[in-house]
């Protein structure tokens, strides 16, 4: 049993000596990058692709992460960040490069979803014109949240861990188990001198950053969706940009809008999303059926179809939030509402079509008409 269970639970067996390695491995890559001849050369991104990024219908899929490095480096300077907070360059490459190494190579929760995540906070941050509201460190946070929010994530979610009883349930008391963890991580990650991109900020300053990043990361956790939502719902028609208490909460709900915003992007982008989630969700509930656990039937490859998936969470949760965060931003209608709403017709298409087939051969799909719940 002991055998079974150091076999199935990768992440927590040795979780001290796995972090340490990684990061004396990242140290490693940070010095490989000082090597690298092309280290200095700024970025090789064409102007098409530097217009594009700053727009939610970006696809992520046609890009190595060598690529996507240089992008989320060219967003630093572009916003202005690296300038006004006298971040060093270099630095800020080898923090690049060790944030890559510790995202795992999980179905959904990779690099590329942390890479999307960012791209769509920097066009929100355009979109929104979102400087003209907030200040530099406040965009410093809201872009530095999301690149780390899902640091080191393992592939099964907080209900797994908590249920498995793993050494990162024990260790953060079953609160946000994972979201705690990524924090954690990035911060593991800015106490190397070699990948601190705030060197230079003082201890003051470091604080205000440290607790804003740990607020947002915090605030993806799914299980506080409706708690954070409902503080919004009641700020957002007397909304004071004067008030810090409104800002924080805006600035969880942008990073929430963010990190779930797949569907926004167009339906090529998005839908390949979807194939890589359920993958994950799979191999969850899979692990979960052998060690007898309880398994949520929309993780259930017997229960969920791609379009049971995602009709609920679109007109429950997605249309919701990003309609309370359009009565600040009415921009974002023509850009992120209206192809939410498209794919949730889509998808309610695609679901008439599966009902039919079951009518014809009910026997055969057994299960999967069950609803899903999101
Ligand atoms: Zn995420």
Same mark, same amino acid.
């Given at each position: 049993?002991?055998? =079974?269970? +150091?076999?199935?639970?990768?992440?927590?067996?040795?979780?001290?000596?796995?972090?340490?390695?990684?990061?004396?491995?990242?140290?490693?890559?940070?010095?490989?990058?000082?090597?690298?001849? +092309?280290?200095?050369?700024? &970025?090789?991104?064409?102007?098409?692709?530097?217009?594009?990024?700053?727009? $939610?219908?970006?696809?992520?899929?046609?890009?190595? $992460?060598?690529?996507?490095?240089?992008?989320?480096?060219?967003?630093?300077?572009?916003?202005?960040?690296?300038?006004?907070?006298?971040? %060093?360059?270099?630095?800020?490459?080898?923090?690049?490069?060790?944030?890559?190494?510790?995202?795992?190579?999980?179905?959904?929760?990779?690099?590329?979803?942390?890479?999307?995540?960012?791209?769509?906070?920097?066009?929100?941050?355009?979109?929104?014109? =979102?400087?003209?509201?907030?200040?530099?460190?406040?965009?410093?946070?809201?872009?530095?949240?999301?690149?780390?929010?899902?640091?080191?994530? $393992?592939?099964?979610?907080?209900?797994?861990?908590?249920?498995?009883?793993? #050494?990162?349930?024990?260790?953060?008391?079953?609160?946000?188990?994972?979201?705690?963890?990524?924090?954690?991580?990035?911060?593991?990650?800015?106490?190397?001198?070699?990948?601190?991109?705030?060197? %230079?900020?003082?201890?003051?300053?470091?604080?205000?950053?440290?607790?804003?990043?740990?607020?947002?990361?915090?605030?993806?956790?799914?299980?506080?969706?409706?708690?954070? =939502?409902?503080?919004?719902?009641?700020?957002?028609?007397?909304?004071? &940009?004067?008030?810090?208490?409104?800002?924080?909460?805006?600035?969880?709900? @942008?990073?929430?809008?963010?990190?779930?915003?797949?569907?926004?992007?167009?339906? #090529?982008?998005?839908?390949?999303?979807?194939?890589?989630?359920?993958? #994950?969700?799979?191999?969850?509930?899979?692990? #979960?059926?052998?060690?007898?656990?309880?398994?949520?039937?929309?993780?259930?490859?017997?229960?969920?179809?791609?379009?049971?998936?995602?009709?609920?969470?679109?007109?429950?949760? =997605?249309?919701?939030?990003?309609?309370?965060?359009?009565? @600040?931003?009415?921009?974002?209608?023509?850009?992120?509402?209206?192809?939410?709403?498209?794919?949730?017709?889509?998808?309610?298409?695609?679901?008439?079509?599966?009902?039919?087939?079951?009518?014809?051969?009910?026997? +055969?799909?057994?299960?999967?008409?069950?609803?899903?719940?999101?």
């Amino acid at each position: 049993m002991g055998a =079974l269970l +150091s076999a199935v639970h990768p992440v927590t067996t040795d979780h001290r000596r796995t972090q340490k390695t990684r990061l004396r491995r990242l140290a490693v890559g940070g010095q490989r990058g000082k090597t690298d001849p +092309s280290h200095h050369t700024p &970025y090789h991104l064409s102007k098409e692709t530097v217009e594009a990024l700053r727009l $939610p219908a970006f696809d992520a899929w046609q890009w190595e $992460p060598n690529e996507m490095l240089s992008c989320l480096e060219h967003m630093y300077h572009d916003l202005g960040l690296v300038k006004d907070f006298n971040i %060093n360059p270099i630095t800020l490459k080898r923090w690049l490069l060790c944030i890559h190494d510790n995202y795992r190579n999980n179905p959904f929760h990779n690099f590329r979803h942390c890479f999307c995540v960012t791209q769509m906070m920097y066009s929100m941050i355009w979109l929104c014109s =979102l400087q003209e509201k907030f200040t530099q460190v406040d965009i410093l946070i809201l872009m530095t949240a999301a690149v780390c929010h899902d640091l080191d994530h $393992p592939g099964f979610n907080n209900t797994y861990q908590i249920n498995a009883r793993t #050494e990162l349930a024990v260790r953060y008391n079953d609160i946000s188990p994972l979201e705690n963890h990524h924090c954690a991580v990035a911060f593991q990650i800015f106490s190397q001198p070699d990948c601190n991109i705030f060197s %230079n900020f003082d201890p003051e300053a470091f604080k205000q950053i440290r607790q804003g990043t740990i607020t947002l990361i915090l605030a993806t956790d799914m299980a506080r969706h409706g708690e954070i =939502l409902d503080s919004f719902k009641q700020k957002v028609d007397n909304f004071d &940009y004067t008030d810090e208490e409104h800002v924080t909460c805006l600035k969880m709900v @942008l990073i929430k809008c963010c990190d779930i915003s797949n569907e926004v992007r167009p339906m #090529e982008v998005a839908e390949p999303w979807v194939d890589c989630l359920l993958e #994950e969700y799979f191999m969850q509930s899979d692990r #979960e059926k052998t060690e007898g656990l309880p398994v949520a039937p929309f993780m259930d490859r017997e229960k969920v179809t791609k379009p049971t998936a995602q009709i609920g969470f679109i007109k429950f949760v =997605l249309i919701p939030m990003f309609e309370t965060v359009m009565k @600040l931003f009415p921009q974002i209608e023509e850009a992120m509402v209206q192809p939410l709403r498209e794919s949730r017709d889509r998808y309610e298409e695609l679901k008439q079509i599966d009902d039919a087939m079951n009518e014809v051969r009910p026997q +055969s799909d057994h299960g999967r008409k069950e609803e899903v719940n999101v």
